[in-house]
T-cell receptor
């Protein structure tokens, strides 16, 4: 069975704080893909990053960074120096090699307070 | 490049009616997936189409159906609407599915009264 768990339902931080959103996944496949999406209040999901199971390198893009660890089946997302515009619901998703569907976590609502 | 478009954006229907939602993927994308998003259940996968073929289906009753046309545009249909079908229906397109990121449309907000 495939599953994505985002245990943090809601996080509130003050602007300029760093925040990490957790994502734990389950799959028996050796080839799989992990994604993060952002859903701002406007409602449209925005793609942030894709990572395949063979690439465990961490990635940094501006204030965003991702830490992929196969040993703990985690793909965590860190926002450095958070801003009010980062306020959104963030979803982690998994796509395994044997299926054509994406499994989404329940999302983490991030509130960044000015 | 134009993004994923969905029509209509908002819809109000009565129980027992049926509804058809439309999705136009990004040009060149052949995979289209549909999701239902509700506050209680989150994002739930409905089905995925590629080159007019349904490759996977989620755990939804047969009242939910879809199809894809030769130009990759897709429609989903819900028959005999129930109050619980009220949700945001999202369409996503990708180059070929699975390994590729999906790009989402703005969604259709369906309210069933």
């Amino acid at each position: 069975a495939q599953k994505v768990t985002q245990a943090q339902t809601e996080i509130s931080v003050v602007e300029k704080e760093d925040v990490t959103l957790d994502c734990v996944y389950e799959t028996r496949d050796t080839t799989y893909y992990l994604f993060w999406y952002k859903q701002p209040p406007s409602g449209e999901l925005v793609f942030l990053i894709r990572r395949n199971s063979f690439d465990e390198q961490n990635e940094i893009s501006g204030r965003y960074s991702w830490n992929f660890q196969k040993s703990t089946s985690s793909f965590n997302f860190t926002i450095t120096a958070s801003q009010v515009v980062d306020s959104a619901v963030y979803f982690c998703a998994l796509s395994a090699s044997g299926t054509y569907k994406y499994i989404f976590g329940t999302g983490t609502r991030l509130k960044v307070l000015a | 490049k134009a993004g994923v478009t969905q029509t209509p954006r908002y819809l109000i229907k009565t129980r027992g009616q049926q509804v058809t939602l439309s999705c136009s993927p990004i040009s060149g994308h052949r995979s289209v997936s549909w999701y239902q998003q509700t506050p209680g259940q989150g994002l739930q996968f409905l089905f995925e189409y590629f080159s007019e073929t349904q490759r996977n289906k989620g755990n939804f009753p047969g009242r939910f159906s879809g199809r894809q046309f030769s130009n990759s545009r897709s429609e989903m249909n819900v028959s005999t609407l129930e109050l619980g079908d009220s949700a945001l229906y999202l369409c996503a397109s990708s180059f070929s599915g699975r390994a590729y990121e999906q790009y989402f449309g703005p969604g259709t907000r369906l309210t069933v009264t």
